[in-house]
Nanobody
């Protein structure tokens, strides 16, 4: 059974940093592209970061480029999201999933996510 367990969220002031983790299970992982997404209240889920299976390729939308960094540890089946210079508009529930390359199409059902709140 495929499972994603996201953690590391919390309340942070604008300009602060957080590091999210996502532990995956139930599929191979090491050769699979992985992505982070977020969903704010009343909004559609949106893509945040993508990383290729071996970590050589990463992709970010303009909204987070230069502030967020995705990485992975294939031995731990874990993908990370380092978030710096956080803004109030980054407030959302963050999710991870296996994705179909540059299409960003998620493969599986979503986990519970981890809440990130940026507020003073």
């Amino acid at each position: 059974q495929v499972q994603f367990v996201e953690s590391g969220g919390g309340l942070v002031q604008p300009g602060g940093s957080l590091r999210l983790s996502c532990v995956a299970s139930g599929f191979e992982f090491r050769n699979d592209d992985m992505g982070w997404y977020r969903q704010a209240p009343g909004k559609e889920r949106e893509k945040v970061a993508r990383i290729s299976g071996q970590g050589r390729v990463t992709e970010y939308p303009d909204s987070v480029k230069g502030r967020f960094t995705i990485s992975r540890d294939n031995s731990e089946k874990t993908v990370y999201l380092q978030m710096n210079s956080l803004k109030p508009e980054d407030t959302a529930v963050y999710f991870c999933n296996r994705v179909a390359g540059s299409s960003w199409i998620p493969y599986y059902s979503w986990g519970q996510g981890t809440q990130v709140t940026v507020s003073s």
